[in-house]
């Protein structure tokens, strides 16, 4: 093949719904690519990642990707459990935003090669209290027979 003329892309068939549980902190691993599955380098950039819901069209929480390696765009950030045991649908939207730090131009980041940009977020019940709470007492009179 002559790679003067035809350029590889490696399509992405779909992209798999991140899974989160209620009763735990869940940490997400983020790792962008350009749409040849290369590396992107993010310096003097923020990405934000935003849980959308889309019944009610509000943004719950926003959540800044932390860097362990911003030249290889890896990086992680952590849907907390407060945010997540709050959730009373199953499923949101993940959505993710670049900032120019420099100029504060903010530009969607796609997650498909069709240019989509929210990601299924599925909610799910997993960890519960360990205690039961009982908040009233009640004592019953039979009465005499």
Same mark, same amino acid.
Do not use: C, H
């Given at each position: 093949?002559?790679?003067?003329?035809?350029?590889?892309?490696?399509?992405?068939?779909?992209?798999?719904?991140?899974?989160? *549980?209620?009763?735990?902190?869940?940490?997400?691993?983020?790792?962008?690519?350009?749409?040849?599955?290369?590396?992107?380098?993010?310096?003097?950039?923020?990405?934000? !990642?935003?849980?959308?819901?889309? %019944?009610?069209?509000? %943004?719950? !929480?926003?959540?800044?990707?932390?860097?362990?390696?911003?030249?290889?765009?890896?990086?992680?950030?952590?849907?907390?459990? !407060?945010?997540?045991?709050?959730?009373?649908?199953?499923?949101?939207?993940?959505?993710?935003?670049?900032?120019?730090?420099? %100029?504060?131009?903010?530009?969607?980041?796609?997650?498909?090669?069709?240019?989509?940009?929210?990601?299924?977020?599925?909610?799910?019940?997993? *960890?519960?209290?360990?205690? !039961?709470?009982?908040?009233?007492? *009640? %004592?019953?009179?039979?009465?005499?027979?």
């Amino acid at each position: 093949m002559d790679s003067a003329i035809f350029t590889t892309r490696n399509r992405q068939v779909y992209s798999r719904p991140i899974k989160v *549980y209620q009763g735990i902190d869940n940490p997400v691993q983020v790792i962008v690519k350009n749409q040849d599955q290369k590396t992107v380098n993010l310096t003097g950039y923020n990405i934000v !990642a935003s849980v959308q819901d889309p %019944t009610n069209q509000i %943004t719950i !929480a926003d959540y800044i990707v932390n860097w362990a390696n911003i030249q290889l765009g890896q990086g992680t950030f952590t849907l907390d459990n !407060a945010t997540i045991s709050s959730l009373e649908q199953r499923f949101y939207k993940l959505t993710f935003k670049r900032t120019l730090i420099s %100029t504060d131009t903010q530009t969607p980041l796609y997650i498909d090669d069709n240019y989509g940009v929210p990601l299924d977020l599925e909610v799910l019940p997993a *960890y519960y209290s360990n205690v !039961a709470v009982l908040t009233d007492t *009640y %004592t019953m009179d039979g009465g005499t027979i």
